[in-house]
């Protein structure tokens, strides 16, 4: 995880919520009044975004330090203390909501993530999430799914060749066939970047993997369809599955024989993990 990055996320969250401009803590809290809180877990969960959490807090009044007694990727349970915090108490309350925010959205991501890696357990398909991030948010969110046991799949279009339905209708247009598109990626592309074709049946799957491929990603494919071209591949190239996965079916398309599961669930509609602050 890129610290400077995040230290750039967590300065523009406590500038966007005007932290330092908080005229209800500035009115009523003594300056340089001490105190002691703690952050506690609402419900079970697994723990994610605890140093972003203290971040805020140090950049937002450097006297508040934290004492963590849990770590990221760890299991919580109802009315388990995370970290107790000491310092002034305006610069608690101050940060007390940005430092949440991150905490509550990170440990939520952890949290599915969980599940869907425990749903799939003992089989060998891998659990991978998607570039669905919330804008911005990308670092600290795939930072999360790992926290939760996933995998990352693409950090960012830079991170791998992933030749999709739409590449391959430009070019298809342009007369250019699947061995070729997928030669010229191999060409173009830096040697250590592995190419993945999309496919929309076990066929085109087949295709793919005769042209050159990888690694296929299998595209809304049911079932039946996964299941044999898994068959069809023989353990050739990689198989991602993709797209309608939900935690009612992770694990019959892991019992398909594909490698990587990708779950756009676990960063694009994630609830956020239940996390107080307590003075």
Request: hydrophobic share 45%.
């Amino acid at each position: 995880m890129g610290w400077g990055q995040v230290e750039d996320l967590v300065d523009r969250a406590l500038a966007e919520d005007a932290a330092w401009s908080d005229v209800t803590t500035s009115a009523l809290m003594p300056p340089g009044m001490g105190g002691r809180a703690r952050l506690v877990a609402r419900c079970a969960g697994v723990l994610a975004g605890i140093e972003v959490a203290s971040l805020v807090f140090r950049r937002m009044d450097p006297s508040v330090r934290l004492d963590v007694a849990t770590a990221d990727g760890a299991r919580l349970e109802p009315g388990e203390v995370i970290a107790e915090l000491e310092g002034h108490v305006a610069g608690m309350l101050k940060g007390e909501r940005v430092a949440l925010n991150f905490l509550q959205r990170l440990s939520g991501i952890a949290t599915q993530t969980r599940r869907y890696v425990e749903a799939v357990e003992g089989l060998k398909a891998r659990i991978v999430d998607t570039r669905k991030t919330t804008p911005g948010l990308r670092v600290l969110e795939k930072y999360a799914v790992r926290m939760g046991g996933g995998h990352n799949h693409r950090f960012n279009l830079g991170d791998g060749v992933l030749i999709k339905d739409n590449h391959l209708a430009v070019l298809r247009s342009q007369g250019v066939s699947l061995r070729d598109i997928i030669a010229r990626a191999k060409d173009e592309a830096p040697l250590t970047l592995r190419v993945e074709v999309e496919a929309n049946s076990a066929q085109e799957a087949l295709e793919a993997a005769e042209a050159g491929a990888d690694m296929v990603m299998l595209d809304n494919m049911d079932l039946d369809e996964m299941r044999r071209a898994v068959e069809l591949l023989e353990g050739r190239v990689l198989l991602e599955a993709s797209g309608g996965i939900t935690m009612a079916n992770v694990r019959q398309v892991a019992e398909t024989g594909v490698d990587f599961i990708s779950v756009g669930a676990l960063t694009h509609s994630v609830t956020s993990l239940d996390i107080g602050l307590d003075m």
